[in-house]
């Protein structure tokens, strides 16, 4: 799967170094070293993913983020040096599909762009194309999320993650389920991370997000979405 990949790192050696070992694989790949440069570019040429490093002069990797992640269906891969949990909660909840800490090897991050690639294409062949349940559709053709007929903005790792339970409505999914059904297998940020993108998805689907009628907790093994007979049937939720 080839991509256009924006790498945005102030490091310019670094930055070089990125560049080549994605060319290398295929891609077509732009390089900026400020987040003011960031931003402009993802407007500019609608890139497939962002590497980006968290610490960039000008504007932050962290307001850069927040900032193409409201406007653009962008995958996001952070760089940065800074491992602390607030710091990778932050970058999730600011749309952060992937969270890489310095330093890393060339083909550690070539795996986690790929399987974000991957997580963020558009079509999943084993997935059925429409999830409806009540208010909510998933589409997988489409890649879109409508809550009573209107889209509603997901990350390509928020969709991934409700298209995966949208396969097997009433299921429950472990946390690690579903890292591995999205492709995600960092074993340091596991269950931090699907907490992280079930909260965001709470706040965008549901009527009451601290009271969810779709994505679901099963206590002691991770999260279910409500089956649609159960909805249906006016089931608890």
Known sequence: MTARILVAEDDRGQAEVIRRYLAREGHRVAVVHDGRAAIESVRRHRPDLLVLDLVLPAVSGLEVCRVVRAEHDVAVVMLTARAGEDDLLLGFSLGADDYVTKPFSPPELLARVQAVLRRSARSTGHQPEQVRIGRLLIDAARHEVRVDGTAVATTPAEFALLSSLGAAPGRAFTRQMLLERTGRF???????????????????????PT???????????????????????????
């Open 186 to 208: 960092d074993r340091s940020v596991t269950a931090r991370a699907v907490d992280m993108h079930v909260m965001n998805l709470r706040r965008k689907i549901e009527p009451d």
């Open 211 to 237: 009271r969810p009628r779709y994505l679901l907790t099963v206590t002691g093994v991770g999260y279910k979405l409500a089956d649609p007979a159960d909805e249906e049937a006016g089931g608890a939720p």
